[in-house]
């Protein structure tokens, strides 16, 4: 297009998802952000791409938030180092979720995996999905009228 003065300034993956409801997820891949957006709605899951991609600038989008940044294996480390320097130039606080590093076996940390390795690997969604079908049959069993708004 040749557009004179043109900057191109790249967002997070699923940035325009934002909002005020629902608490916010940053992983690296944006095919993580949308297989974990399947399997745990509750957050809004943004991608950066790279981790070089996780900027004070980028994240100027989310000041004054408080938010989770699930590392790849491995990447722990890097990602606790960017968050500290990203918390130091704007406000906003991370919460790097360390449960990969914590539960992933030796050969998983050779493959590099991710978060949505994981959630397909281990069927995350079809375990908690009967774990909440337990919870309702017992709302239904108290109140069987339960039934008919469902």
């Known amino acids: 297009m040749k557009i004179d003065d043109f900057h191109l300034e790249q967002c997070f993956y699923g940035e325009h998802l934002i909002n005020n409801y629902r608490k916010i997820a940053i992983v690296e891949s944006e095919k993580t952000a949308v297989i974990a957006s399947a399997y745990i709605p509750q957050f809004t899951w943004l991608a950066v791409g790279s981790l070089n991609n996780l900027s004070a600038n980028r994240c100027k989008v989310l000041e004054g938030k408080t938010i989770t940044l699930y ?58 999905m009967t774990k909440d079908m337990k919870t309702l049959d017992k709302f239904i069993d108290i109140n069987p009228n339960l039934m008919n708004l469902i």
Do not use: C, M
């Open 71 to 128: 590392p790849d294996l491995n990447a722990f480390n890097k990602w606790n180092e960017k968050a500290k320097q990203i918390e130091q130039q704007i406000n906003i606080k991370f919460i790097i979720s360390d449960l990969l590093e914590t539960n992933a076996k030796a050969e998983d940390k050779v493959l590099g995996l991710d978060l949505a390795d994981y959630l397909i690997k281990h069927n995350w969604r079809d375990e908690n």
